[in-house]
């Protein structure tokens, strides 16, 4: 049985935050409640702390942990104890108290993975926004097929762009997995790890020709990009390397109004709309969406199965045991850019 109070990290003002002790969730309507073992970090939580900060809510994604509570109207079927791998909201003004660094967190019981018996509860903390992400950007956004769905890519080339970002990690996988050939850009230092996911070719951002010699090998049909990255120097990459026939960029942050074509379409989205429920994004609030939200339920039975067949890689962890108190100088890696090529795991 879960303690009445538990320690989470709460935001307090721009740029600031505490560990605090506060009530344990109580169990929601479908959801169920989660002790939390590990705890994965992601650009946004500094951002969010930072640029969007909801005083007394909690921050965090991603998480992996164990069944703790189940309510009898949750419609995935758990049983206590079981090991799940999830992401949650964070800083969110509707649910203060949604949020992954913390010891508890409760969550809907249908947007979580079952954990794999090979996979240890570090490695578990790391996918499940990525997968969220990479799902929307690509099969939603995009309109690609689901691996083992539909006719799949038959060889249609796809740009990931910021191949060894932990969402492209994944989301290399899901289209290759999806018949797509996937191109991708990185560091040079990086191309055989961004192969050894499935891209068939990797390209140096850095490279001032880089567009040029992606369309080069595409042959001018590149007519999809995902950009993981979606700043700087990319949207202009992006928007050279696609066909000169036009085509469609899904991004995570909004591009520049004039990125340099007018027959591209930039989709710019949020994965927070997938929970289907009204959510918080800094001082706005917006509606749920049921039908992202059935797009996700599908999406996580999709990569479940992916990862229990052991046809997925996760990001590679950095593990720390620190807990909850070495999630501030995980905060500050993230933000200076020092954790490229891993995720930042911290165990609770």
């Given amino acids: ?70 309510d009898s109207n949750a419609t995935k079927q758990w049983t206590k104890g079981d090991r799940v791998s999830g ?25 979580l ?46 740009l990931i762009y910021g191949g060894t970002s932990a969402t492209a990690t994944i989301a290399i996988q899901f289209a290759k997995l999806a018949g797509y050939e996937v191109v991708t850009t990185c560091s040079a230092r990086s191309f055989d ?28 049909k590149l007519t999809k990009i995902f950009d993981t990255i979606s700043k700087d120097d990319s949207p202009k990459i992006c928007a050279a390397a696609i066909s000169s026939n036009g085509g469609t960029i899904s991004t995570t942050l909004p591009y520049p109004e004039d990125f340099g074509r007018k027959d ?14 009204e959510f918080g994004y800094g001082e706005q609030v917006f509606p749920g969406n049921p ?14 199965k992916l990862l229990h067949d052991g046809k997925i890689k996760v990001h590679q962890p950095k593990t720390s045991e620190t807990g909850l108190e070495g999630v501030f100088d995980g905060l500050e890696l993230i933000k200076n850019g020092q954790a490229s090529g891993v995720k930042l795991v911290y165990k609770l």
């Fill in 193 to 220: 790890h961004v192969k050894s996911l499935g891209a068939s070719a990797a390209f140096d951002y850095k490279d001032p020709d880089c567009a040029a010699k992606i369309r080069e090998h595409t042959g001018d």
């Fill in 1 to 70: 049985m879960a303690p009445s109070t538990m320690k989470a990290i709460k935001v307090i003002s721009a740029g600031k935050a505490e560990i605090q002790d506060v009530p344990v969730p109580a169990l929601r309507d479908g959801c169920v409640l989660i002790k939390i073992s590990c705890v994965a970090m992601n650009p946004i939580d500094w951002m969010n702390r930072d640029y969007l900060p909801i005083a007394g809510s909690t921050l965090g994604c991603d998480f992996s942990g164990t069944i703790e509570d189940i």
């Fill in 87 to 111: 992401w949650t909201l964070q800083n969110n003004i509707v649910q203060k108290e949604d949020g992954a660094f913390a010891e508890y967190v409760v969550i809907n019981a249908d947007l």
């Fill in 291 to 304: 039908d992202d939200f059935e797009f996700a339920k599908h999406l996580y039975d999709v990569a479940e």
């Fill in 113 to 158: 993975l079952r954990v794999p018996d090979s996979m240890t509860d570090e490695e578990a903390a790391s996918p499940s926004a990525g997968i969220a992400t990479a799902g929307m950007g690509l099969f939603q956004k995009l309109g690609m097929d689901f691996p083992g769905e539909g006719e799949g890519g038959k060889g249609e080339f796809v």
């Fill in 264 to 277: 591209v379409t930039a989709v710019m989205f949020y994965t927070l709309g997938l929970w289907g429920k």
